[in-house]
C-alpha cells in the first residue's frame, strides 16, 4: 500500500520560508509524476508544484519565483522550498502520486489534482501578515 506522509508544515510570518517533505512508501512500481496541491479554507484544491520521472517541473503562476520542488537521489522523499511566504499562501499542503499510465504528456496534467491517484494526509502552512 502506498504511503505518503507530509511533514513540514507550521506558522511563519509573511516574508519567511518553510520546507516541506513528503515521505513515500509502499511503491510496487514508480510513480509517474508526483505534485504538490494545497486546498485553503472554502477553495477548491489546486496544484502548486509537480515534477516527474524526466525532470519537468511545471509551478502554479502564483508560486514561480518563490517555491522550489525536488526530491532526493532515490525518489522516496519529495521537496518543496517555499520562500517570501504570502498570507495567501496559507492552505493545507498535500503530497500527490500518479502510479498509473499518464493519460496524456501535456504539462497542465501534473498540476491536476483529477490526475492523481495516490494522497497525503496534508500539512498545514499559515503565514500571518
Known amino acids: 500500500q502506498v504511503q505518503l506522509v507530509e511533514s513540514g508544515g507550521g506558522s511563519v510570518q509573511s516574508g519567511g520560508s518553510l520546507r516541506l517533505s513528503c515521505a513515500a512508501s509502499g511503491y510496487t512500481n514508480s510513480p509517474y509524476y508526483m505534485g504538490w496541491f494545497r486546498q485553503g479554507p472554502g477553495k477548491k484544491r489546486e496544484g502548486v508544484a509537480a515534477?516527474?520521472?524526466?525532470?519537468?517541473?511545471p509551478y502554479a503562476d502564483f508560486v514561480k519565483g518563490r517555491f522550489t520542488i525536488s526530491q532526493d537521489s532515490t525518489k522516496s522523499t519529495l521537496y518543496l522550498q517555499m520562500n517570501s511566504l504570502k498570507p495567501e499562501d496559507t492552505a493545507m499542503y498535500y503530497c500527490a502520486a500518479r502510479t498509473i499510465l499518464p493519460r496524456g504528456s501535456q504539462w497542465w496534467l501534473l498540476l491536476d489534482p483529477s490526475d492523481y491517484n495516490y494522497w497525503g494526509q496534508g500539512t498545514q502552512v499559515t503565514v500571518s501578515s
Open positions: 515534477i516527474n520521472n524526466v525532470g519537468t517541473t
